[in-house]
């Protein structure tokens, strides 16, 4: 028996449904991530193996009451084409503070040593800036509205 598909319905009372069907084909899985945090470092502009360039850049997060806090790092990255947006991400200074919403893969490698090891890749597809620095060194609301990259290319698998 072919596996069951989504059927449309058609009233002429109502506007054509969707009927919610079930089928036995997997389905690609999503792994979604959001973060607000501030820069570790100024973020670099580097090319990659395919000869598209990428912006990494690490950010922290702090958990845990003030006289015991923690502090996560995450290493992010986005393939941004020349614009505004890359030009926003790459004037932020260390300490700027961000929201970003992106993607992750858990990639597996060894070692030095032959330990199998992994690490969780962030790949930004959306980000607003929080507060940033000015010449100053003062901190600058950056509230001017989310950037989006939905139509940027995919990165290197």
Not at 23 to 31: D, G, N, Q
Not at 104 to 130: M, P, V, W, Y
Request: one cysteine or more; a positive charge; aromatic letters at 6%.
């Amino acid at each position: 028996m072919p596996p069951l598909r989504p059927s449309l319905c058609l009233s002429p009372f109502r506007s054509p449904q969707l009927l919610r069907t079930f089928t036995t084909t997997p389905r690609p899985s999503l792994a979604r991530i959001s973060l607000v945090g501030r820069l570790a470092a100024q973020p670099e502009l580097m090319p990659t193996s395919s000869g598209q360039e990428m912006v990494r850049y690490a950010l922290g997060t702090g958990h845990g009451p003030r006289d015991n806090r923690t502090t996560t790092w995450w290493k992010v990255a986005t393939f941004l084409p020349e614009g505004p947006a890359r030009d926003a991400i790459l004037a932020l200074e260390k300490g700027s503070l961000l929201y970003v919403d992106g993607s992750c893969t858990i990639n597996k490698f060894q070692d030095r040593d032959g330990k199998d090891q992994s690490a969780l890749s962030i790949t930004q597809r959306h980000f607003e800036i929080l507060e940033r620095r000015d010449e100053n060194g003062m901190r600058v609301s950056g509230r001017q509205g989310p950037v989006s990259e939905e139509s940027q290319p995919e990165g290197p698998e």
